[in-house]
C-alpha cells in the first residue's frame, strides 16, 4: 500500500499518544461548566501550555442541571476569542484574568464576555473582573465569581460532581 502526502501530514499531526482530562466549573446561581482537555502526553508535567499544544477542547454549559450550550475548539474560526493555559504540572488552569501571568481564559468569549454566537452560542471567560459564561452573544452576569477561583482537572476515571456554588451572605 502506498501512503500520499496528504495521509503523512495527517499522520503527523495526530498525537502518537495524548492524555485527556475533564474539568468541571462552578459559577454563581446554578450555573456550571463541564469540559474536557486533551494534549499529547510529552507535554505532561511541562509547566504552562495553550491552546495551540491542545488537541482536544469542549465544554458544555448548565443552568441548574439542564444544558444550555457548547462549544468545541474544533468551531473556532480566526475570529473566535480562544485563549487558553493550561499547567500540566498541577492540572489546573491559572485564573486571576492577567494576560501577562498567563492566567487569562477565552474558550469562545472574550474579556466583555459577549462574543460567543448569536445562535447557539456559548463561552466561558475568566478574566481579572470574573469567571463568568456567555450565552448567544450576551454575559450571563448572574454566573460571574470571583476571578482568583481555582479550576483544576482531574483524570476521566474519577467520577466528576459540580456543586452549585451557595452566595455566602
Avoid at 42 to 65: M, R
Avoid at 77 to 83: D, V
Avoid at 99 to 120: F, K, L, T
Avoid at 139 to 158: G, R
Amino acid at each position: 500500500m502506498r501512503l500520499t502526502l496528504p495521509f503523512l501530514a495527517l499522520l503527523a499531526a495526530t498525537p502518537a499518544h495524548a492524555v485527556q482530562f475533564q474539568f468541571c466549573w462552578t459559577g454563581a446561581n446554578g450555573y456550571t461548566l463541564e469540559g474536557v482537555i486533551e494534549f499529547p502526553d510529552e507535554y505532561l508535567n511541562t509547566g504552562i501550555i495553550t491552546e495551540s499544544d491542545v488537541t482536544k477542547f469542549q465544554i458544555i454549559g448548565f443552568l441548574d442541571g439542564v444544558a444550555i450550550g457548547s462549544w468545541n475548539m474544533r468551531d473556532a474560526t480566526p475570529e473566535t476569542s480562544w485563549t487558553l493555559r493550561f499547567d500540566t504540572d498541577t492540572l489546573r488552569f491559572p485564573t486571576g484574568g492577567i494576560r501577562s501571568e498567563n492566567s487569562y481564559q477565552e474558550w469562545n468569549a472574550n474579556g466583555s464576555v459577549n462574543d460567543c454566537g448569536a445562535v447557539d452560542g456559548f463561552g466561558f471567560n475568566g478574566g481579572n473582573y470574573a469567571q463568568d459564561v456567555c450565552v448567544n452573544n450576551v454575559w450571563v452576569e448572574d454566573s460571574s465569581i470571583d476571578p482568583n477561583t481555582p479550576l483544576f482537572a482531574q483524570p476521566m476515571d474519577v467520577e466528576l460532581v459540580c456543586e452549585t456554588v451557595v452566595p455566602t451572605s
